[in-house]
């Protein structure tokens, strides 16, 4: 019971620390681009940073996100399956489930390997959506992997969802750096 609440407690300041993170890193974006904007210039002053920016923030945006958003897919769709609500359901392939860090460890492999592959910088901003996404689905189930063993929806499953929100607090504290590291060099050369 006692391991119990300290797992729960280390999911929660881990779901906060993520939380807190990303809404830092969009709200510091957002108050740095909106002073006097109306809402659709402030549309067009992120897309023009956006292609503006260097190919390493983009990327590092880019993988952020789509790790953010295909995590907590990843964490409702997989709800909706065991609650049998909704059109999806479990892939089998004859009797082998096949669980989706399979289909993650793919799409790492092949955004990995066209990154390295290509050498193409304008392209690795695109990759890291699928590299991200991939990611994300295979540390969902990282307490499976451990464990050797179908751990999803017990207490030892728990390990898979403070990997997955720690790694979210970390991408996106890893984009706070970046881009103040970036002001920094701005403000030196000026």
Same mark, same amino acid.
């Given at each position: 019971?006692?391991?119990?609440?300290?797992?729960?407690?280390?999911?929660?300041?881990?779901?906060?620390?993520?939380?807190?993170?990303? @809404?830092?890193?969009?709200?510091?974006?957002?108050?740095?681009?909106?002073?006097?904007?109306?809402?659709?210039?402030?549309?067009?002053?992120?897309?023009?940073?956006?292609?503006?920016?260097?190919?390493?923030?983009?990327?590092?945006?880019?993988?952020?996100?789509?790790?953010?958003?295909?995590?907590?897919?990843?964490?409702?769709?997989?709800?909706?399956?065991?609650?049998?609500? +909704?059109?999806?359901?479990?892939?089998?392939?004859?009797?082998?489930?096949?669980?989706?860090?399979?289909?993650?460890?793919?799409?790492?492999?092949?955004?990995?390997?066209?990154?390295?592959?290509?050498?193409?910088?304008?392209?690795?901003?695109?990759?890291? @959506?699928?590299?991200?996404?991939?990611?994300?689905?295979?540390?969902?189930?990282?307490?499976?992997?451990?464990?050797?063993?179908?751990?999803?929806?017990?207490?030892? +499953?728990?390990?898979? @969802?403070?990997?997955?929100?720690?790694?979210?607090?970390?991408?996106?504290?890893?984009?706070?750096?970046?881009?103040?590291?970036?002001?920094?060099?701005?403000?030196?050369?000026?």
């Amino acid at each position: 019971m006692r391991r119990r609440r300290r797992s729960h407690r280390r999911v929660r300041v881990l779901a906060g620390a993520a939380g807190c993170v990303s @809404v830092a890193a969009l709200g510091a974006e957002l108050l740095h681009v909106t002073r006097g904007e109306t809402p659709r210039e402030t549309v067009e002053v992120l897309r023009e940073g956006y292609r503006a920016g260097p190919a390493n923030e983009a990327s590092l945006l880019n993988l952020f996100l789509s790790f953010a958003i295909t995590f907590g897919a990843a964490r409702a769709v997989t709800t909706m399956i065991r609650s049998g609500r +909704g059109p999806l359901r479990n892939v089998h392939v004859g009797r082998r489930h096949i669980h989706h860090f399979v289909p993650g460890i793919l799409m790492c492999l092949l955004s990995g390997a066209a990154s390295i592959g290509l050498r193409h910088e304008e392209l690795d901003h695109w990759l890291a @959506v699928p590299f991200g996404a991939g990611a994300a689905l295979v540390l969902d189930e990282a307490a499976l992997l451990l464990e050797l063993e179908d751990v999803y929806w017990s207490e030892e +499953g728990l390990v898979s @969802v403070e990997i997955g929100l720690g790694t979210v607090a970390l991408l996106g504290a890893l984009a706070m750096l970046i881009r103040m590291a970036r002001r920094g060099e701005q403000t030196r050369s000026a």
